[in-house]
């Protein structure tokens, strides 16, 4: 078998292409199955039994399409979900179990490829000191910082707040600045641009990871006996939300308090690799137990365990092909 993986995009620094193409071709390469790489329509669809087109790249699917030979499988990575892709393709490549329950709607075969980099399996843990300035920190676009508007007003009000800082790796400082220009804190925030050379690195400065990935809602319920009480939880997310800023903590021993969303309990159902938090009490009482480093280096080896045995004792090429052979 022949495969190929068409993109237009060949930026390192671009995720989609580092994971889905890049890293993937290295995987399947990795286990002797042909494997290529190209901007080119013509180069792939000539000799390849499988044509993988990368994320943002549908404006090559019809050409692909009308140039493909019999048998030819053509799958599209991480296609947009608000409306079904017409055309005569087999299948698509999502990130994430969420993303795919939702895009079963539209498509009938769908691959899940965990967003977890291969650089970061074999770095060194993190080892945790007792220190007098702990860093609390994210990564990511800089729109989830939006997420952490009401995170960083609760952590203002921990007492140890003024004994920390807080880092955000970002695609873009500017923006990150814009965001979060009007809150007064105690403590310093500072925006860090994320550079693939130095991210390891950066990440590794973090103390304590918060990953949000729920939107702020609050509902006001005014039928109790309509089964709605004000214990309910109440959850918005987008239906491509994953575990990829997760997974990269779990890699490096930074210990994560991660909301409510679904995918957050993919490694984790008993707060023994991470601490969960929905109300700012639960929030502070988290970060009271993560200030003690000898906690922060125990959840987060225990983090990388389970990591390590949930997600790199599969076969993602062995899942795949064995994937495209039901198609």
């Known amino acids: 078998m022949k495969i190929s993986l068409l993109s237009q995009e060949t930026n390192l620094n671009v ?4 994971i889905y193409i890049d890293q993937f071709a290295n995987q399947i390469k990795s286990t002797g199955i042909e494997a290529h790489i190209s901007t080119q329509i013509d180069q792939v669809v000539t ?22 030979k019999p048998n030819q499988l053509i799958g599209i990575v991480h296609p947009p979900l608000d409306t079904k892709i017409t055309g005569d393709f087999d299948f698509i490549i999502v990130g994430s179990m969420l993303e795919k329950v939702y895009a079963k709607q539209f498509y009938d075969n769908i691959f899940v490829y965990d967003l977890i980099e291969d650089r970061y399996n ?6 945790h000191k007792n220190k007098s300035e702990l860093i609390v920190g994210t990564h990511g676009n800089h729109v989830h910082l939006y997420k952490y508007i009401d995170i960083l007003k ?11 800082k807080f880092i955000n790796i970002t695609d873009s400082v500017s923006e990150s600045e814009k965001i979060l220009k009007n809150l007064k804190l105690n403590f310093e925030i500072k925006h860090i641009k994320w550079n693939l050379d130095s991210f390891t690195d950066d990440l590794k400065k973090i103390d304590i990871a918060i990953v949000a990935t729920l939107f702020p809602k609050k509902i006001k319920f005014k039928n109790f006996r309509k089964g ?3 214990s309910d939880y109440s959850f918005r997310f987008k239906s491509n939300t994953n575990q990829g800023r997760a997974f990269v903590f779990y890699q490096l021993g930074i210990p994560v308090i991660e909301d409510l969303s679904p995918e ?4 984790n159902f008993k707060e023994d690799s991470s601490l969960f938090y929905h109300s700012d009490k639960s929030l502070i009482k988290n970060l009271n137990k993560l200030k003690n480093a000898d906690f922060r280096n ?25 994937f495209l052979d039901t198609i």
């Open 264 to 267: 957050s309990f993919s490694l």
């Open 15 to 18: 995720g989609s292409y580092r």
């Open 298 to 322: 125990k959840l987060s080896k225990n983090a990388n365990k389970k990591f390590q045995e949930t997600f790199l004792t599969k076969n993602i090429v062995e899942d795949f092909i064995n």
């Open 154 to 164: 609760t952590i203002n009000q921990w007492e140890y707040s003024n004994t920390l």
């Open 122 to 127: 074999k770095i060194d843990l993190k080892v």
């Open 47 to 68: 000799s390849s039994d499988c044509i993988i087109i990368g994320k943002n790249n549908l404006n090559l699917l019809q050409d692909v399409l009308k140039s493909k």
């Open 228 to 230: 709605k009480y004000k």
